[in-house]
Each structure stands twice: as C-alpha cells, then as structure tokens.
C-alpha cells in the first residue's frame, strides 16, 4: 500500500483535487441555488443537466483521448470544467447555471478515464489490486470532503467557487509533471442495453434504479434539510455523514457478497433502504433526519458494487470492458432520472414525498432480486466486488487494462 502510494502519489492527488470539487461543486449549487430563490423544479433542472451531459461525455470522452492523447485531453477538459466553475461565481441564473453543469458532466467521465487508464499503466501487476484500492478510496471520500467544505465561513459567497475552480486547475499539474510516458489507450467498444438484459436482468434493473435513489437522496438531502430549518453547515453535514457511512460499508458488504449469493445482499440492502424511509415518514422529527438518511445511504450506496459484480459474475472477459461502459451508461440515466425527481418529490404527500420514492425504489430492487433468485440458481464461479464510488463513478478505462492483464496471464492477481 505504500509502496502504490509513493509511486502514484501525484495522478493520486490530481483526482483527489477533481473529486473534491465535484462534491463540492454540486453540493454548493443546490443550497446557493435554494438562498436565491430557485424553486425545487428549477433546481432539479439545472442538477440534471450534469448526468445528461454525462451520457455524452460517457460516450464521446473516450473517442477524444484516442484521437488527441491524454494531455491534451486531459488539458483541455480540466481548463473547461474550471471555466464552468467561474461561470457559476460571475452569474446567479438558472440558465447559465445549467449550461455549465451540462458542460462539467461532459467534462468529467473523460478526466476519469485519462486517470484510470494513465494509473494502470504506472501500476505492475503486483500492485495493482492495491493502485486501484486507493483510488476508490479516493472517489469515495473525495465527494465527502468536497461536501463538507460548504459549511466553511464564505460571507461574500464568492470564495467557494473560486476555490473550486482552484482544485480543477491544479489537477492537472501532477499529470503534466509526470516523468512517465503516456499509456496507449483504445476507446472500449459498447455492448448493448437489451444484449447485458439478456446476461442479467437484475443488473439492468438493479444499477437503474439503485441510481435514480442515489442521485435523488445526493441532490435532494440538502434542499429536504435546509427546508426543515438546518442551516447550509448542518445540511451539508447531514449529506457527509450519509456519504461517510455509504463509503465505510462498502467493503464489509462486498465481503459478505463475496461469499454468498449476490442477490441477498441487494434484498438486504433494499429492504434497509425501504424500512430507513418509511421509517422517516413516520419519523419526521428535524433531529432524525440525519439517522435516517445515513441508514438509507447503507442501503443505497453499496448497492451498485454488489450488481455489477453480480454481472462480471455470468460475464465472459471480453464482455467485461463493454460490458462496464453499458453499466455506466445506465448509471448516467439512473442519476438523470433521480435529480428530476428527487426536489420534486420533496413537497409530495404533506412534504414526505422524498420518503416514499427512496422507500418505493428500494423495494422494487429487492423484489427485482427475489424474483430472479426465485427463477435463476446462482453462478457456480464469481470475482471479488470491485468497490466502486457511485458519485464520480470508475469508468471503462480500470476494467479495460484489467481485462487485458488478465487476457495476458489468467493467473493475475490471483
């Protein structure tokens, strides 16, 4: 472990910097956007513009890195998201708002490529499993950090934007400072929705709808909180203590996966995410508002490790890299769909609205799992979980070099 940390400290620190800002970023917009006024639909709309500009980066970022190297990729897609980062300190409407979200969620998937891929390439077969573990840790604390940092004292509001753009700037120099050469990088091809359907329903399903409950509770947690009276440092607090708890389960809970049937543990944590809610529905005191989002963020946030390892599990290797960018893809418009609904929900159902869509999502998946346990035995041979942050989520790039060590000496990492 310290050994990957002294070899990749610089490409280490320039993701940090990047996921730092991004949960900082989207976190700072939502409790700005309430103090001037926005209105629940108009912020979902602009928060939803940067899953919706994911679904193009997802697929065109790759293609650009292929045609003009990492550098200039990287270069040129850091200097855009810090543009949009300023764009949002010089102006206070919606529209702008949205178009540089867009831009920041077309921008995103192809720095993580450009990472991953340039991390692999560093990393020997030896270390990789531990490169690899860092990084993760890196794309789930990132985000929790990032958030925090909104209850830092701004009185002008002008500081944490800045300091945004500050972080997406200087990411690129550990990537420009690199002694190493830059690594050949072949855009992954795409496997079809229908054709991963085919392999395993309950990950088509499953890593769907586990996102629309992810990014409904990321980008509406705040908003919810601040209506019930909290203050822009305890509704950001309220979501790092959800982020924090999500991130500390994901290993046990891929342990248990690990070693049993996938689908029980997506059941489980449905039924965590279904009973957390109807719990504060019942429960809406302001004082318990952070319990039960920390139970639901158990449920939720783990979720989307355990399904697509349930999908590697009945995978043939060359299915695993297209395979993965299929389940981005649905990630991306799981996240869509849950940042439209989520702030609208809010004022549904005497302002327990929120509740029952977090509380229906999670039953349906575990009712998805149970259905197909019921039809379907569980595969005979499965992989280890690859602990995977949804929020600033791995891309392609980890599993394409994976499947090609693997390609190359079966035994790898074994």
Not at 33 to 45: E, M, N, P, R, Y
Not at 139 to 157: E, K, N, R, S
Not at 240 to 266: C, E, F, K, N
């Amino acid at each position: 472990m310290i050994r990957a940390l002294n070899e990749n400290w610089a490409l280490f620190l320039g993701m940090l910097m990047l996921m730092v800002a991004n949960g900082l970023l989207a976190t700072l917009l939502t409790i700005r956007g309430a103090s001037l006024g926005f209105s629940d639909f108009t912020i979902s709309v602009m928060q939803a513009s940067y899953p919706l500009g994911a679904l193009a980066g997802t697929a065109l970022a790759p293609r650009l890195v292929e045609n003009v190297g990492h550098i200039r990729a990287f270069s040129a897609l850091a200097s855009l998201v810090s543009i949009a980062a300023i764009v949002h300190l010089l102006t206070s409407d919606a529209i702008s708002w949205s178009i540089m979200r867009l831009l920041g969620g077309f921008c995103y998937p192809g720095l993580y490529v450009i990472t991953e891929s340039w991390l692999n390439a560093k990393s020997e077969n030896n270390t990789r499993a531990q490169v690899l573990s860092l990084y993760f840790i890196i794309q789930l604390a990132g985000p929790a950090l990032g958030t925090a940092l909104v209850g830092f004292p701004d009185p002008t509001g002008n500081l944490l934007f800045g300091f945004v753009s500050i972080l997406i700037s200087l990411s690129i120099v550990p990537l420009l400072l690199s002694g190493n050469k830059a690594p050949d990088y072949v855009a992954p091809e795409r496997m079809s929705v229908a054709g991963l359907y085919k392999i395993s329903p309950v990950a088509v399903l499953g890593i769907t709808i586990v996102s629309i409950g992810v990014s409904a509770s990321y980008i509406t947690l705040p908003l919810y909180a601040l209506q019930q009276g909290f203050t822009a440092a305890q509704a950001s607090g309220a979501l790092v203590a959800a982020l924090i708890a999500g991130a500390l389960v994901q290993y046990p809970i891929g342990w248990i996966s690990d070693h049993t049937d996938r689908r029980y543990v997506i059941i489980g944590l449905g039924v965590i995410t279904t009973l957390a809610s109807l719990w504060m529905v019942v429960d809406t005191s302001a004082a318990h508002i952070v319990y039960g989002f920390v139970l639901v963020a158990i449920g939720l946030y783990p979720a989307y490790s355990i399904l697509t390892a349930h999908a590697n599990d009945q995978l043939k290797l060359s299915q695993i890299v297209p395979a993965s960018g299929t389940m981005v893809l649905l990630l991306n418009i799981g996240l869509l769909i849950g940042t439209l609904l989520g702030p609208n929900s809010i004022s549904l159902f005497g302002g327990r609205g929120l509740q029952f869509l977090l509380a229906g999502l999670g039953a349906i998946v575990a009712l998805v799992a149970l259905i197909r346990r019921v039809q379907v035995a569980a595969p005979t041979e499965t992989g280890d979980v690859q602990v995977v942050g949804v929020i600033g989520t791995a891309q392609p790039g980890v599993l394409q070099a994976e499947a090609l060590i693997q390609e190359e000496d079966p035994d790898a990492g074994q």
